[in-house]
């Protein structure tokens, strides 16, 4: 199992699960960037190791997948050997992604959404949550501790779906479209799936409009969509954010 240790430790704040090295730093690299400048670890768990993609090879991804990390400020990352295109639903699966929850012990997960064109994309959802459940059961021996996260958030970026909170990410939107830019084995302009990928100088264009609309859902310039489950709480009316009027 390949792996990339950024910094010492072994436990994490924030661990995002995504399908392919690029999908976090697509999705909710800017809201990485944000927990880390607040003082927080962040990590992220590939699933697979991008072999089975139109453009690259697994090794390429790895060295941009490290330098992405880097970028990202992310403290731990590690790549999975689930097949890419393949991903499946299964209890082994559900092991390796639990031994990795237990070792971290973060108490916030981010998964894709369960809504997704790519299927590895929309498997991850139900197959991050059910391994986060199991990570819990002390009945399910690895060698490790149980550790159940507080909280699992979806990110919603690519869904036709009402965010549930946006995160401000203008501060970091110029890091986290080079964190993106860093898969050049992806985003270069190059013959191999010309057809299928946004020619490389729109890439800004198309990422900072996104970001700019969920920013404006938000009353901020960049913001980054999240989807919860649960309810929100709220202890004081007064400070709620995001001006109605």
């Known amino acids: 199992m390949p792996s990339t240790h950024l910094t010492d430790g072994c436990t994490a704040d924030i661990l995002a699960i995504a399908a392919h090295r690029d999908d976090v730093e697509q999705t909710c690299g800017g809201s990485l960037l944000r927990m880390a400048a607040r003082g927080l670890r962040t990590a992220i768990l590939d699933l697979t190791r991008g072999e089975a993609g139109t453009r690259g090879t697994a090794d390429d991804r790895a060295r941009e997948a490290e330098e ?13 050997d689930l097949p890419d295109g393949a991903i499946e639903n299964t209890f082994e699966n559900r092991l390796k992604i639990l031994r990795v929850v237990r070792e971290l012990r973060p108490r916030v997960v981010i ?33 490790t501790k149980p550790h159940r996260p507080f909280k699992i958030v979806y990110a919603s970026l690519y869904a036709d779906v ?18 993106l830019m860093a898969y ?17 100088e729109e ?13 404006l859902l938000a009353g901020v310039k960049y913001g980054e969509p999240f989807v919860q489950k649960e309810l929100g709480l709220v202890d004081d009316l007064t400070l709620l954010p995001v001006q109605s009027l």
């Not at 992405?68 to 999975?80: E, H, K, M, N, P």
């Not at 198309?206 to 609309?213: K, Q």
């Open 111 to 143: 998964l894709p959404y369960w809504r997704a064109r790519h299927p590895d994309h929309a498997i991850v959802a139900p197959l991050g949550y059910d391994a986060c459940f199991l990570s819990g059961l002390a009945k399910i021996e690895t060698g």
């Open 203 to 215: 890439i800004r264009e198309r990422t900072f409009a996104e970001a700019r609309h969920y920013g």
């Open 68 to 80: 992405a990390a880097r970028l990202l400020g992310v403290g731990w990352r590690q790549a999975l």
């Open 162 to 179: 009402r965010p549930s909170f946006i995160v401000d990410i203008t501060p970091f939107i110029e890091q986290r479209h080079a964190a």
């Open 184 to 200: 050049r084995s992806q985003y270069a302009n190059q013959a191999a799936g010309s057809a299928l990928f946004v020619p490389e």
